[in-house]
């Protein structure tokens, strides 16, 4: 039988400023409803493996994935998209990620999800912007349904959806869980990482 924690261990390990923001974040974790270090890590990971250029967070708070997001594009050569509806804490993002990362391009949207997802699909609509491949939702669990009416129009076949507190808010995001489970042209699954992740692709 395994004897230690394997949800808290993992062997990802990055320059020295990004640890020490990485770790001084990890203080106020609850503060600011991070991901933990284990479900950052996953992330992190998934990003890579799938070779995702054009990642879009929905929830950036003060940018504790958002590091993760934007150290995996730095080895995939990709852009990120983050919004986040206070602007205090997209300016803390925006510090803590210039700090930690120097080439690759952010654009930090601040808004309400919705409002900013309706536009980015405008954009997109009107040759602007290119689709995303990658989608981390993270903001109201209770809007997990109307971010994938429009996700699902911005995302490219192949595409991936991550949701995190799927687990720890199960009452609000079930019916985001069983909208995901009905469409036949994804195929997603729930994972019990952190506060529960549902990973989705788009066929
Ligand atoms: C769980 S936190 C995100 C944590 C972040 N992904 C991380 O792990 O570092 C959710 C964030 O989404 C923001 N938020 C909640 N509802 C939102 C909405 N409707 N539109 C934009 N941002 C929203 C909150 O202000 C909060 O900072």
Redesign the pocket.
């Known amino acids: 039988m395994i004897q230690f924690d394997v949800k808290k261990i993992n062997n990802a390990y990055f320059d020295e400023k990004t640890e020490e923001i990485l770790s001084s ?1 990890e203080k106020t974790q609850k503060e ?4 933990d270090r284990y ?2 890590n996953f992330l992190n990971m998934l990003i890579k493996i799938n070779n995702s250029k054009n990642v879009l ?10 590091i993760w997001i934007l150290k995996a594009l730095e080895e995939t050569g990709g852009k990120l998209t983050t ?4 602007e205090k ?1 997209q300016s803390v ?1 925006r510090k803590n990620f210039e700090i930690c990362v120097s080439d690759v391009e952010v654009e930090p949207k601040i ?4 409002i ?1 997802l309706q536009d980015l699909e405008e954009e997109i609509k009107n040759f602007k912007r290119e689709k995303f491949d990658f989608v ?1 939702i ?3 669990k209770k ?1 997990y349904v109307e971010y994938f009416q429009i996700i699902d129009r911005i995302l490219k076949s192949g595409g991936v959806i991550l949701a ?2 799927i687990l720890t808010h199960y009452e609000k995001t079930l019916p985001y869980i069983n909208v995901l489970f009905e469409r036949v042209d994804y195929q997603s699954q729930i994972l019990d990482i952190g506060a529960g992740m549902m990973l989705s692709r788009k066929k």
């Open positions: 974040l600011f409803w991070n991901l479900s950052a967070e929905i929830g950036t708070s003060n940018g504790y994935s958002g919004v986040e509806y206070w804490r993002a808004g309400s999800a919705v900013v981390f993270d903001a109201n809007e995190d507190n």
